[in-house]
């Protein structure tokens, strides 16, 4: 089983329609990366968090460490929002291994 | 413009011939690393760095090596390329505390090997 783990794999929605990205782990984490591939493969950074909430424009980043959950919410869903969005996690809290464990993403479609 | 570049964006070689994939950013980040992503496996980091001279291994560093020898560098080095190194490359770097700072990703590097 792997240590991050996505749903759904992929989603298809209409324009405008309110998204859920879900990751879950399985191990303690002291970060957790939001990241965003674009359909011609770059890369980018969305949120990083350690607790709580963190919004920028339509999106919203949520973590919930006891559950070890979060998840990436989409208002007003929009076509040039289709990518693969990608959790990525920092295992563990001791300093040292500093290294991130990815998701294998979610594939989001949004059909005008 | 706050970038990190990677060069070359796409390659073609045969088994067995060393190459060197460069990346560098302008952002004087201390954390930079290097991932590979496959199908069905997404993105596994191979290796990281903290600072100058300090790298150590990520997930899938077999077949790999790196040397960070300037803060803005981080070349990644294949010295007998094999097909199951035909992969996507990703450099990425992030202030001091890599993880827990926001990641600056390259444009990637398509890698076949015959």
């Known amino acids: 089983k792997n240590e991050v783990e996505q749903s759904p794999q992929n989603l298809t929605a209409q324009e405008g329609e309110f998204i859920t990205i879900n990751c879950s782990y399985s191990?303690?984490?002291?970060?957790l990366h939001w990241l965003q591939q674009h359909p011609g493969g770059g890369i980018v950074s969305l949120f990083m968090?350690?607790?709580g909430k963190k919004k920028h424009g339509r999106l919203i980043a949520t973590i919930n460490i006891q559950e070890k959950h979060s998840s990436l919410h989409i208002t007003a869903s929009h076509p040039r929002d289709s990518a693969v969005y990608i959790c990525?996690?920092?295992?563990?809290?001791?300093?040292?291994?500093?290294?991130?464990?990815f998701g294998t993403g979610t594939r989001l479609t949004i059909i005008p | 413009e706050a970038q990190v570049t990677q060069n070359p964006r796409y390659l073609i070689t045969v088994t067995g011939k060393k190459l060197t994939v460069t990346c560098s950013q302008n952002?004087?980040?201390?954390?930079m690393s290097w991932y590979r992503q496959d199908p069905g496996l997404g993105l596994r980091q191979i290796y990281y760095?903290?600072?100058?001279?300090?790298?150590d291994k990520g997930d899938v560093p077999e077949g790999y090596k790196v040397s960070r020898k300037e803060k803005r560098n981080f070349p990644l080095i294949l010295e007998s390329p094999s097909p199951n190194q035909t992969s996507l490359y990703f450099c990425?770097?992030?202030?001091?505390?890599?993880?827990?700072?926001?990641?600056?990703f390259g444009p990637g590097t398509r890698l076949t090997v015959l």
């Open positions: 968090l350690s607790s």
């Open positions: 191990v303690g984490i002291s970060a």
């Open positions: 760095s903290m600072n100058v001279e300090v790298t």
């Open positions: 990525a996690v920092r295992v563990g809290t001791n300093f040292g291994n500093e290294k991130l464990t």
């Open positions: 990425a770097s992030s202030y001091a505390g890599g993880p827990y700072n926001e990641q600056f």
């Open positions: 952002m004087n980040h201390e954390y």
